[in-house]
């Protein structure tokens, strides 16, 4: 498979751990992709959980990063919201990349592989095609081969496009947001149930009750 010359983007950022909105932000996520699959990516740009959440705390920042998994996330910027002792355990139970300051994602949508195409915290390979930096800036913008993307609120999705073929260049950008209306996906609904009562479980076993 050739590598891609144009990678669509579409990222969200600062759910806090408002996983009871994510089966709706993935209907309306569904209806914003692009027709072509090859290219496009899925981030996250960090604020995943929250300490007063009580599943964020009961997890140690797990909850929302299992949701967006399922979701079909490629990569997330987790190093505000996951406990460096926790990381493992999150990798070895999700597919898609977890970005800290130690730790890139390097593009693997099947059957591609492109190492030349990475996000990351840190964007300093200039021997990459892009860098897709997953901290939020104050606006979207190329500078040499990095991309930086713009903060955005919660139950919002950005969407980028940049053409690859020489010197990135962003050719589309806009932003939504979650329309009140939006049904739920049923499938992510069931992944949410399930953390949910995986967190209850947790949390009984840290009080003592079972």
């Known amino acids: ?3 891609p010359l144009i990678i669509t983007l579409l990222y969200t950022a600062n759910i806090r751990g408002d996983i009871h909105m994510l089966p709706r932000l993935y209907t ?10 090859q ?12 300490d007063d959440v009580w599943h964020c705390a009961v997890t140690h920042g797990r909850s ?6 399922a979701m079909g996330y490629h990569a997330v910027n ?7 002792d926790h990381r493992e355990k999150v990798a070895d139970i ?3 990349g977890l970005v800290d300051e130690e730790n890139t994602w390097q593009y693997h949508i099947p059957p591609v592989i492109d190492e030349t195409i990475q996000a990351t915290l840190n964007p300093k390979d200039t021997s990459c095609r892009i860098q897709i ?4 800036a104050e606006s979207t913008y190329i500078d040499g081969n990095t991309l930086y993307l713009a903060d955005i609120p919660a139950a919002h999705i950005g969407i980028v496009q940049v053409d690859i073929h020489d010197s990135p260049i962003i050719t ?4 939504h947001k979650l329309p009140p209306q939006t049904p739920p996906n049923p499938t992510i609904v069931a992944s949410v149930e399930f953390v949910e009562s995986e967190a209850r479980y947790f949390q009984k076993k840290q009080t003592g009750e079972i």
Do not use: W, Y
């Not at 929302?64 to 998994?69: A, H, K």
């Open 78 to 84: 987790v190093a505000d919201s996951l406990e460096s």
């Open 133 to 136: 930096c997953l901290s939020p």
């Open 39 to 50: 290219g496009t990516l899925i981030v996250d740009l960090g604020n995943l959980c929250a």
């Open 172 to 175: 589309h950008q806009e932003q």
């Open 1 to 3: 498979m050739e590598k």
């Open 94 to 96: 999700v597919t898609m």
């Open 28 to 37: 309306f996520m569904q209806t914003l992709k692009p027709t072509e699959r």
């Open 64 to 69: 929302t990063l299992i949701v967006l998994d």
